[in-house]
């Protein structure tokens, strides 16, 4: 199997979670609500961008240099794991299950984590071990646990209310129930004698009494704090994001950033967010990243410190003292306190949208407006073209020689393989996405699909292939995105709905078909000469255990259906027909071949991780696999 691109500062899935682990140079991610092996623990070197990957889990924190998550194959323990290795060392037993969405918090060497479907709430001491239940009325929904580790802070949901807990971490008790949201708790956090919830569009905070130690627990007055509203967000829902050093309540609602001084409720500063916006608190620095740059501010005054300029827009995901782990999609970069932003290594960061093979090159597209040339056989890639500019990634892709054209931000660009930092041409803005592109053989004509976003509304344009200024203008009843040649001058352009096939020398369109008299499935593959259509077809509940997969298969001559419901195991994307009629469908742990003739499968190829597609290349002998989180690969197929 060979890789095109590099697999550094690539995790196993997109969307991933992510912290740092003490040791500061580790970063810790996966992706709960992925397949798996999405769901796997991952440990990520800082300095080199090697992944090692561990048990599949709910989810993880960091304490100390352990990682202490709950395994995904026994929900109701804890497992703890060695950092370096993510090794298991340790498993506890807790008794009550937890499901994906109950998120672990830690500091001071306690670990919390509210239960949602057993209204508990598991105080983990991490230095004897013991697990500790403490009954929650209502939903547990989130936790934040204060520096020292003495007190665990606990959001509910109560009907259409909610309540703060405050639990006593050594004893195990609920020392307050903290009255004043009006909604579901959606975030709390803890500083000293200071508690902070979001509920609703509302923040508020509670003063703690002062405490007094003892050898059985911390004591404080019984007397049951009042709330404090601090600031009322418009209209959407806030998000706490933390106390500063100095004493400030930050918090958003995905508009507005605001500092409240507790103590008064005075706004200290405020500032909007874009849609691309995402920000980060961590110690003295709030992170903010915008859809070109990432800026480290002062949280107390919101004043910027520095700038870093990158190719957005990004997620931030972890912030340390020394680091700043964002994300392009699936890739992680990191800011440094001095120094530029990086350039992601050679290599897709989302999934590839499309492919076109030309002799022993290919061109691919993804949603991270980057394009690369491979040759054939080669890790490193032969051209970049970057379509950041662009506000709209592309879905279309086409090489031909050494001119490469692109359907970034709604037009098609031409770009010459000699110089490709520079468009070489751009047609004028074609409305809607372009999802297909073809250069007419015999011809200095292009041929340029274009989304219909209701029916009628879609185009077929030609283009000149050099200056790609619009000759000709056609009306399309369905978006296209695939064109299978039946003779020398006419293609057959397939889409979501139906097909219809176009002559290349008179440049006309001619009736849309729907084959086996029905709109088939959005994964189809006709293989003309074949007169056979293949429809991949799912259940649309990927979760759900019932859910079925299955191929179809129609004998397009007569309209008779050959193989109504060929089950199989779960598709991971799409799959593809090869000229001699062999369909390669990617699942979790192959790749399987099926001979359509026949209606069975005939091989099982070993697979990358979460195959997103798989493409035959023209000579037949392999697949192009493209993965989940940008992953290229060739697998070569048997006998060929």
């Known amino acids: 199997m060979h890789r095109y691109g590099s697999d550094a500062f690539r995790p196993l899935s997109r969307s991933f979670r992510a912290m740092f682990a003490a040791d500061g140079r580790t970063?810790?991610?996966?992706?709960?609500?992925?397949?798996?092996?999405?769901?796997?623990?991952?440990?990520?070197?800082?300095?080199?961008?090697?992944?090692?990957?561990?048990?599949?889990?709910?989810?993880?924190?960091?304490?100390?240099?352990?990682?202490?998550?709950?395994?995904?194959?026994?929900?109701?323990?804890?497992?703890?794991?060695?950092?370096?290795d993510l090794a298991r060392v340790r498993t506890v037993p807790v008794g009550v299950p937890a499901v994906e969405d109950d998120r672990l918090a830690a500091a001071g060497g306690t670990v919390a984590m509210p239960c949602r479907r057993s209204a508990k709430l598991v105080v983990l001491d991490t230095g004897t071990w013991q697990a500790r239940h403490v009954d929650v009325a209502g939903t547990p929904l989130c936790a934040a646990v204060s520096d020292d580790g003495a007190i665990v802070v606990v959001g509910t949901a109560q009907g259409r209310t909610g309540r703060v807990l405050v639990v006593d971490a050594v004893t195990g008790t609920v020392r307050y129930a903290l009255s004043g949201p009006r909604a579901a708790v959606g975030s709390v956090a803890v500083r000293g004698d200071l508690v902070v919830a979001a509920a609703g569009n509302r923040l508020l905070a509670w003063p703690l009494p002062p405490a007094t130690g003892s050898a059985t627990g911390t004591r404080r007055s019984t007397a049951v704090p009042?709330?404090?509203?601090?600031?009322?967000?418009?209209?959407?829902?806030?998000?706490?994001?933390?106390?500063?050093?100095?004493?400030?309540?930050?918090?958003?609602?995905?508009?507005?950033?605001?500092?409240?001084?507790?103590?008064?409720?005075?706004?200290?500063?405020?500032?909007?967010?874009?849609?691309?916006?995402?920000?980060?608190?961590?110690?003295d620095r709030l992170i903010w990243a915008g859809y070109t740059e990432v800026e480290d501010r002062d949280p107390e005054a919101g004043t910027v410190r520095r700038t870093w300029p990158v190719r957005g827009p990004v997620l931030v995901h972890a912030v340390t003292p020394r680091l700043v782990a964002f994300g392009w999609d699936a890739r992680v970069g990191l800011l440094r306190a001095h120094g530029?932003?990086?350039?992601?290594?050679?290599?897709?960061?989302?999934?590839?949208?499309?492919?076109?093979?030309?002799?022993?090159?290919?061109?691919?597209v993804a949603g991270d407006r980057w394009a690369y040339v491979w040759s054939r056989g080669r890790a490193d890639s032969a051209a970049v073209i970057d379509g950041a500019r662009h506000d709209r990634p592309g879905e279309a892709v086409h090489l031909a020689g050494d001119d490469l054209y692109t359907g970034f931000g709604g037009c098609v660009q031409r770009w010459s393989?000699?110089?490709?930092?520079?468009?070489?041409?751009?047609?004028?803005?074609?409305?809607?996405d372009v999802t297909l592109i073809r250069r007419l053989p015999g011809s200095d004509l292009v041929l340029a699909a274009v989304r219909a976003a209701q029916r009628g509304s879609g185009a077929l344009c030609l283009l000149d292939a050099t200056t790609l200024s619009v000759v000709e203008r056609s009306a399309l009843e369905w978006t296209v995105h695939a064109a299978d040649p039946l003779d020398e001058h006419r293609l057959l352009l397939r889409g979501d709905l139906g097909a219809v096939e176009y002559d290349t020398v008179a440049h006309r369109l001619g009736r849309w078909r729907t084959y086996s008299g029905r709109p088939y499935a959005r994964s189809h593959h006709l293989y003309p000469r074949r007169s056979m259509l293949v429809e991949m077809c799912s259940y649309p509940d990927r979760r759900d255990p019932s859910c079925r997969h299955w191929l179809a298969v129609t004998d397009l001559s007569d309209g008779t259906v050959r193989h109504d419901r060929v089950e199989t195991p779960e598709f991971t994307g799409y799959g593809d027909l090869s000229a001699e009629g062999v369909f390669a469908a990617p699942h979790l742990d192959a790749i399987r071949l099926w001979d359509l003739d026949a209606g069975k499968m005939v091989h099982e190829l070993p697979t990358p991780p979460l195959v997103h597609r798989v493409w035959w290349f023209p000579d037949g002998r392999s697949l192009l696999a493209g993965s989940d989180n940008g992953a290229l690969h060739e697998v070569p197929a048997p006998g060929r």
């Open 340 to 364: 530029d932003a990086p350039r992601p290594p050679a290599g897709h960061e989302s999934p590839v949208r499309d492919v076109s093979f030309d002799g022993d090159r290919f061109a691919t």
């Open 417 to 432: 393989l000699d110089d490709p930092a520079t468009t070489a041409a751009q047609s004028a803005p074609l409305r809607y």
């Open 226 to 283: 009042k709330a404090i509203v601090l600031h009322t967000f418009e209209k959407h829902r806030a998000t706490v994001l933390g106390v500063t050093p100095g004493g400030l309540v930050l918090a958003h609602d995905g508009h507005l950033v605001a500092a409240v001084a507790p103590a008064t409720g005075q706004v200290v500063w405020s500032e909007k967010m874009s849609w691309a916006s995402r920000v980060a608190l961590a110690g």
């Open 27 to 84: 970063l810790l991610l996966h992706n709960g609500y992925a397949p798996a092996p999405g769901t796997l623990l991952q440990a990520m070197d800082t300095d080199t961008g090697a992944i090692v990957a561990g048990d599949a889990v709910l989810d993880f924190v960091p304490v100390g240099d352990l990682v202490v998550a709950t395994p995904a194959d026994d929900p109701s323990t804890l497992g703890v794991y060695r950092i370096r």
